[in-house]
């Protein structure tokens, strides 16, 4: 009972001393207010692209864009030693050859234009498979840089796109560059005909950053070919990149019987490394006999996609497709 009564005088108090006048010279605590969240406007820097001004237009240009690993469109120009200048294009085909040097010029108006100038400086690395980069530079160390993967900005696609057509009037008169592998080392030509004959008909444009070589019969046979062993093999070739970036083994092998076919595309598929690539793997496989030979190759999607073609139109029996089972 005490308590109920000392709790209700508490109170009292407590109500009295809130409602009392405040006593001069004493200033009482502002009401708090409360903050209604407001949508709040970001804003973004225009960045404003003025042309350079230099005696010579440029001194390197080049822009890419790839929406994958293995299918990428570039342009590329420089100015050579003897004043005409180097222009590379590739795109649904591939060009090369020199221009007079006043297409440099013509570079730098397209290039401000298009845009792409007011992304310099930005690299954003997400995951995915598309890529794009861009670097500019002129002989007072004026240079533009940028680079992305993953999502890539509709400014870049659409500036690159302003710039390729623009290469595509460029090099519009030189004539189509066929790309060739290199061949490592000696090649007997009974294994290189069928290999070189396959790679005419993919159509793949980045032919020359790949090479060709004969693997030897040794104990370093079974890692090289992606067998187990070579029992019953004479003979073997393989086409691969110079740099393990991009997935891609093409191994043919020619038998001493026919009848080992079977066995051998057997062990191809058992044996078949599918993380052998540094940060890229191939999306598919396949296995393909002709005569005594027989096929295995490994690469990722539109690489693997030309390449089947070629192996179809040399004349070849697709035996059997693979996905990667990692995807």
């Known amino acids: 009972m005490h308590k109920r009564i000392l709790c209700a005088v508490l109170m009292a108090v407590l109500l009295l001393t809130a409602c009392a006048p405040a006593a001069p010279n004493q200033t009482t605590a502002a009401p708090a207010e409360t903050t209604v969240p407001t949508e709040t406007t970001t804003q973004t ?3 404003v692209t003025t042309p350079v001004e230099v005696d010579s237009p440029l001194t390197f240009f080049s822009l890419t864009l790839g929406e994958n690993y293995d299918t990428i469109s570039s342009l590329t120009a420089y100015p050579n030693d ?6 590379e294009y590739v795109g649904t085909e591939k060009k090369v050859g020199d221009l007079d040097a006043a297409c440099l010029q013509g570079i730098v108006d397209a290039f401000t234009e298009s845009g792409l100038a007011a992304l310099a400086g930005q690299d954003v690395y997400e995951e995915g498979e598309a890529n794009g980069s861009m670097y500019v530079a002129f002989p007072d160390d004026t240079s533009f840089s940028v680079g992305y993967s993953g999502n890539i900005p509709e400014a870049y696609t659409q500036g690159y796109a302003a710039m390729d057509a623009y290469f595509q009037t460029l090099v519009a008169d030189l004539p189509a560059y066929v790309p060739q592998p290199q061949v490592m080392g000696e090649v007997d030509p009974a294994l290189l005909e069928p290999m070189t004959q396959i790679l005419d008909g993919t159509g ?10 004969q693997l030897p ?4 046979f079974g890692f090289a070919a992606g067998l ?9 070739v393989s086409c691969a990149p110079m740099m393990m970036t991009t997935a891609y083994s093409l191994v043919i092998v020619t038998l001493e019987d026919e009848t080992k076919a079977e066995s051998v595309a ?23 006999q002709k005569d005594n030979m027989v096929l295995c190759l490994m690469a990722n999607s539109d690489l693997f996609l030309q390449t089947q073609r070629g192996v179809e139109a ?3 029996t697709v035996t059997k497709t693979l996905e990667n089972p990692d995807m």
Not at 204 to 213: K, P, Q, V
Not at 217 to 220: C, I, K, Q, S
Request: proline share 2%; charged share 20%.
């Open 45 to 47: 820097e225009e960045v």
């Open 82 to 87: 003897d004043g005409s200048a180097h222009i």
């Open 204 to 213: 793949i444009a980045n032919l020359d950053t790949f090479s060709i070589s």
């Open 217 to 220: 019969l040794d104990d370093t």
């Open 228 to 236: 187990s062993g070579m029992d019953g093999i004479t003979g073997a």
């Open 266 to 288: 057997d062990d191809f598929e058992n044996t078949m490394d599918w993380r052998k690539w540094v940060c890229v793997a191939p999306s598919h496989a396949l296995l393909a």
């Open 314 to 316: 040399a004349g070849w």
